[in-house]
């Protein structure tokens, strides 16, 4: 077993929230790709996108079947959003862009849920490019290092 989906199961089980790692024998690096191997709308796919605001980096959580809108996104966070560098993701996050998990990060990222994720059951990046964990809005919101400052649930990015 890679060494992220270790550290992803052993973050879920230092917040108290049991996961399960499905490995598929397909890729679910895209929310396509996911929503395909889960059998499940591209709206269930979690969406875990880094993006540089000022000096730091943030984590985005959104559907598979949405985008981020830059205007509410840097609203959301108080800082314009750029594209992060892909080796900086990799360092801080211990991930790859396209491998993102919203938790298990190797240094905690500040965390932004948008207000269109539903409750579930949702599915999200696990640190392979073929696993993922299944989860619900409530786990995720249990499992992240929410910015201090983000009402949690109010935080519309979309």
């Keep these: 077993m890679a060494k992220s989906v270790t550290r992803v199961r052993e973050a879920a089980a230092t917040a108290g929230v049991a996961i399960t790692v499905l490995t598929m024998p397909v890729s679910t690096r895209?929310?396509?790709?996911?929503?395909?191997?889960?059998?499940c709308a591209e709206a269930a796919i979690i969406k875990s996108l880094i993006f540089a605001a000022g000096e730091d980096l943030v984590l985005l959580l959104v559907p598979g079947d949405?985008?981020?809108?830059?205007?509410?996104?840097?609203?959301?966070?108080g800082a314009?959003?750029?594209?992060?560098d892909p080796k900086?993701?990799?360092a801080v996050t211990g991930f790859a862009i396209g491998g993102v998990s919203p938790i298990g990060h190797l240094t905690p990222v500040a965390t932004f849920l948008d207000?269109?994720?539903?409750?579930?059951?949702?599915?999200?990046?696990?640190?392979?490019?073929?696993?993922?964990?299944?989860?619900?809005?409530?786990d995720l919101l249990a499992l992240g290092h929410f910015a201090p400052h983000t009402a949690r649930e109010k935080c519309p990015i979309l």
């Design 80 to 84: 314009p959003l750029t594209r992060a």
């Design 66 to 77: 949405r985008q981020v809108d830059p205007a509410l996104g840097a609203s959301a966070v």
């Design 88 to 90: 900086r993701v990799r």
């Design 115 to 138: 207000t269109a994720v539903g409750d579930g059951p949702l599915f999200a990046a696990a640190g392979a490019p073929n696993s993922v964990f299944e989860t619900t809005r409530g």
């Design 30 to 39: 895209t929310a396509a790709e996911a929503a395909a191997a889960c059998g």
